[in-house]
T-cell receptor, first 118, second 115 residues
């Protein structure tokens, strides 16, 4: 009963280094999301995907890239890490739900990745 | 303009008392959904309750209820009979439009339950 699994849980990088955060879900959800959480800012959407092979930008996409090659995985990449990207990163997934009308499908979150850029 | 406003950065409540966490939202879309999540000190995000814009009754889930006042654009979370384990950050979030659009989160309220 894994749900949403994020790898790694912690990482320290130097400015300019690159890395990839992995999100895997075993609930057969169509939608997946990447958020970042900073003190006093709540959660802000970086990128999201509505299905395999599709991605879209969220509120704060700059400096990040994503890929959804398989339905169960959603990767978040930092090509050249900057101190401003120090944050806690959350992945989430949800069912597609109904295409019209209210959608009561909640997002299920991973436990987060704490990333520090020095 | 902020889509979701949580005006209480921190709240204290006595154990076994009820507490209301405020949330106001801003949207011109007639179809939307409102969610509340709990984030304990361990960091995970836990879904608590959902209210749809077309729902006629306020949502309830165990000790959680949502005081939905559509005309005022407010969706306050009420926790009854507070427990020490309720101490956490609480986030209000909104989904605008039909279908499963991404959530927009408020900045959160930190609730501390006192014995």
């Amino acid at each position: 009963n894994a749900g949403v699994t994020q790898t790694p849980k912690f990482r320290v990088l130097k400015t300019g280094q690159s890395m990839t955060l992995l999100c895997a879900q075993d609930m057969n959800h169509e939608y997946m999301y990447w958020y970042r959480q900073d003190p006093g800012m709540g959660l802000r959407l970086i990128h999201y995907s509505v299905g395999e092979g599709t991605t879209a930008k969220g509120e704060v996409p700059d400096g990040y890239n994503v890929s959804r090659l398989k339905k169960q995985n959603f990767l978040l990449g930092l090509e050249s890490a900057a101190p401003s990207q120090t944050s806690v990163y959350f992945c989430a997934s949800s069912y597609r739900g109904y295409p019209t009308g209210d959608s009561n499908q909640p997002q299920h979150f991973g436990d987060g990745t704490r990333l520090s850029i020095l | 303009a902020q889509k979701i406003t949580q005006t209480q950065p921190g709240m204290f409540v006595q154990e076994k008392e009820a507490v209301t966490l405020d949330c106001t939202y801003d949207t011109s879309d007639p179809s939307y959904g409102l969610f509340w999540y709990k984030q304990p000190s361990s960091g995970e995000m836990i879904f608590l309750i959902y209210q749809g814009s077309y729902d006629q009754q306020n949502a309830t889930e165990g000790r959680y209820s949502l005081n939905f006042q559509k005309a005022r654009k407010s969706a306050n979370l009420v926790i009854s009979a507070s427990q020490l384990g309720d101490s956490a950050m609480y986030f209000c979030a909104m989904r605008e439009g039909p279908g499963n659009t991404p959530l927009v989160f408020g900045k959160g309220t930190r609730l501390s339950v006192i014995a």
